[in-house]
């Protein structure tokens, strides 16, 4: 029987001769493939825009009108609300003037009563 031998398994990749330069490599490619890219784009540049799809302007116009409307619906409640806010100040002004004068009615009833409290019973005027 032959003897087997162990062989050496071989990887795809080839075996490179040491770097004798004392230049480092940059990870970012080279300046002249950076410069064509950039006459190739600039060449574009000329040229006129394309004009979107008739689908993407109708899109495009009908958030335009959703927009319109919520604005408007807005605008439309805030003066509600500021007609209701002038209406609830003048309430406000109204009420508190009330309470002052009932304030001053009370005061007035309150001295009253301390008066007749304060007199003598044959010095008040007879009942009518």
Do not use: F, Y
């Amino acid at each position: 029987m032959a003897t087997k031998r162990a062989t050496k398994k071989t990887t795809g990749s080839r075996k490179t001769a040491p770097t004798t330069s004392t230049k480092k490599r940059s990870a970012s490619p080279s300046r002249s493939r950076t410069a064509k890219a950039s006459t190739k784009t600039g060449s574009r540049g000329t040229a006129k825009t394309a004009t979107p799809p008739a689908a993407s302007v109708a899109a495009a116009q009908k958030v335009l009108r959703t927009v319109e409307r919520r604005e408007a619906a807005l605008r439309k409640s805030l003066d509600q609300q500021t007609k209701t806010i002038k209406k609830v100040k003048k309430s406000l002004t109204e009420h508190r003037d009330t309470v002052n004068d009932l304030k001053t009615d009370l005061k007035k009833v309150k001295k009253t009563r301390k008066s007749v409290t304060s007199c003598p019973l044959n010095a008040l005027p007879p009942p009518t």
